[in-house]
């Protein structure tokens, strides 16, 4: 039993109102306990490490100088919220981040009105923090907003659009780059920092309202001539012009971690000048802590890890996992098809083309965080006869829709998307359950949407995608591990829109889309026992549907359940309309659709989840004897 880290200052502090109560003096100290007391947490849950190690100072810093909560700070991403939540009320609970009735990992409203906007998604804190500027200005309060984004979220095009919106209504909105791996401009020290000071201080921004007052009487065209004059001479000096373009008053870059530099410039954005401003700081993810500072990632996301020696707890897995069979099943692919490119939104890793990048670099595109502008350069390269692999997480895939839409699925263009993270996600919570794809795909025509039921299945759909010309087509597979099926050497191409009958029976169907195949197999087992002969059939593909299969399911047994691990509106969705369509269901046939449940599940272990969705084998097992009007009995899962 390890002892907790020893916190003396931080013990005094439980809201933003006490650090308040500080002197400057003290925060260096204190900045020190809020890191102790992180790792100490993250160590024992497991999550977003480096970025919030980064941020400690600054996020100090802004409490002690902004009025919390009345004054609006948005976090984006979220993934640098962990200090914010251990000075915001929510220390007790630090060790329950990310569990089963435990702190979110990201920003949440529900959860403490320090939250004023919840984000697990990048890039939308200047957006959302321009719309809460201009409902304080149209309400007339007097309340300030800080939007603080690191730097590889500025890769996205809606930071720029809210940049350029935010400097056209000319809002008071203050927004601080963080700019975590000093890929924009480093500190230059002192003269850095005095500069900073200089152009946030009430004599400069004095002198730079009066010339504007000037200026104005010379006429727009003048006025408009000599401020961008002066702002491009100070941009030589201090940097930002393209922020200042955008009618943003830019400021830095400044060291984060020091407080002699953050303090002053913050105090003065507070209290002088009206308008957009944006603050550059400088700050080292993974800071303070030798092992995350050491790491390529800076400890991004951690497992249960060693505090001493940073080592990660990782279960030895019994079988590969999704992600890494199809990085591996498209490399295969790629070498024999050097038409074959990959593309990700800054996910190389979690989605497995980091694999591809290792052996055909120039055939692999990390876009940054711009799933829009993914899809339609995927569009492009599929229109000039290449073979665009697509890869993005389900819930990133909703960020660029319209592109899937208008560019892709119109057109008829062969881009192939493999869905990572399909379903349920574990400790990642709602924002990142990927619940919606099939739904939104299928919806689509000419679209072809696979799901794999196992590892193997995922090598034939790579295969299949890639073999595939005639329009665009997915599949979905989801995080963790495998279930241990033996893995071909090389994927079959399987035939557009057919299933497989996995277990014969007489009496009930389970038509299953997915990973859910494998419970469907135990609940098949204890519906055989109680005397309720069982068929199971992995669909693998929701469109097009396998029709002549589901007739046979439909005019053969008395009850047919389809599983998926999505949302409503998905795959069962499909099948229902075939059967009503064809007057299937008027001759007694007991259907039923297991879907994902019609609410936003939290954050719990996966096996937890999924009996809460009733999608395990129990819940399988219990939606027959339902449909059949029969009392339950024992099943498998529960033993």
């Known amino acids: 039993m390890t002892s907790l880290p020893l916190t003396p200052l931080l013990d005094k502090v ?259 000048g009206q308008g957009p401003v944006l603050i550059h700081v400088v700050t080292q993810k993974g800071k303070g802590y030798a092992p995350a500072e050491a790491a390529a990632d800076k400890y991004h996301g951690v497992n249960k890890f060693d505090v001493i020696t940073g080592a990660q707890a990782k279960a030895k897995p019994n079988a590969p996992s999704y992600t890494a069979v199809f990085g591996e099943a498209l490399v295969q692919e790629a070498t024999l098809d050097e038409k074959i490119v990959g593309i990700t939104a800054a996910m190389p890793s979690g989605t497995g083309l980091d694999k591809l990048a290792e052996i055909f670099p120039k055939r692999t595109f990390d876009v940054g965080i711009a799933e829009q502008h993914a899809v339609t350069f995927a569009a492009g390269l599929a229109a000039e006869g290449f073979k665009p692999f697509c890869a993005l997480y389900s819930t990133f895939l909703q960020r660029g829709y319209d592109q899937v839409v208008h560019d892709v699925a119109i057109q008829g263009l062969p881009v192939r998307f493999p869905i990572d993270r399909a379903g349920f996600v574990g400790a990642d919570g709602p924002t990142h359950a990927g619940s919606f794809d099939t739904g939104f795909l299928a919806s689509l025509p000419g679209f072809v949407v696979m799901a794999a039921a196992d590892e193997a299945e995922l090598k034939h759909m790579v295969r299949t995608a890639a073999a595939y010309d005639a329009g665009p087509i997915s599949f979905r597979y989801p995080r963790g591990e495998g279930v241990g099926v033996q893995l071909p050497e090389r994927g079959e191409i399987l035939e557009i829109g057919k299933g497989r009958v996995m277990k014969q029976g007489t009496k009930v169907a389970l038509l299953s889309f997915g990973t859910r195949l494998a419970d469907c197999l135990l609940a098949a087992e204890d519906l055989d026992a109680a005397g309720l002969s069982t068929t199971v059939v992995d669909a693998r593909f929701a469109k097009p549907l396998d029709a002549d299969l589901i007739r046979q399911l439909a005019r053969h047994h008395a009850v047919l359940v389809t599983v998926e691990e999505g949302a409503v509106g998905g795959f069962g969705s499909q099948v229902v309309q075939l059967l009503a369509s064809e007057g299937l269901l008027d001759n007694g046939l007991k259907f039923r659709s297991l879907v994902l449940p019609d609410f936003w599940m939290d954050q719990a272990k996966p096996e937890v989840m999924y009996a809460k969705a009733g999608l395990d084998a129990a819940g399988i097992t219990q939606t027959v004897f339902k449909a059949l009007g029969q009392a339950g009995v024992g099943v498998n899962a529960a033993g």
């Open 14 to 272: 439980r809201y933003p109102a006490d650090l308040r109560e500080l002197e400057d003096r003290d925060l260096p100290q204190l900045a020190r306990e809020v890191r102790d007391e992180m790792i100490d947490a993250v160590s024992k849950t497991g999550g977003h490490l480096g970025a919030g190690l980064g941020v400690v100072e600054l996020t100090i810093a802004i409490h002690k100088v902004f009025d919390t909560p009345n004054d609006r700070l948005i976090f984006d991403v979220g993934h640098q919220c962990y200090p914010h939540k251990i000075l915001t009320g929510r220390r007790d609970r630090i060790r329950t981040l990310r569990q089963e009735g435990g702190l979110s990992g990201f920003t949440k409203r529900a959860e403490s009105l320090y939250d004023p906007f919840g984000a697990a998604h990048s890039s939308t804190s200047i957006s959302a923090g321009l719309g809460m500027a201009v409902a304080a200005d149209l309400s007339g309060t007097d309340r300030k907003v800080i939007a603080v984004i690191g730097d590889g979220a500025m890769s996205a095009g809606m930071a720029y659009e809210a940049l350029n919106n935010a400097g056209a209504l000319d809002a008071r909105l203050i927004v601080i780059l963080n700019d975590n791996d000093m890929s924009i401009a480093p500190p230059t020290g002192a003269m850095s920092a005095y500069l900073a000071r200089l152009a946030s201080g009430r004599t400069y921004m004095g002198f730079r309202d009066l010339g504007k007052k000037l200026t104005a009487y010379l006429g727009k065209t003048v006025d408009r001539a000599i401020t961008r004059a002066v702002e491009h001479a100070r941009g030589y000096v201090t940097g930002g012009t393209m922020f200042e373009e955008m009618g943003f008053y830019h400021i830095g870059p400044i060291d984060g971690h020091s407080f002699e530099h953050l303090l002053p410039v913050l105090r003065n954005v507070r209290d002088n």
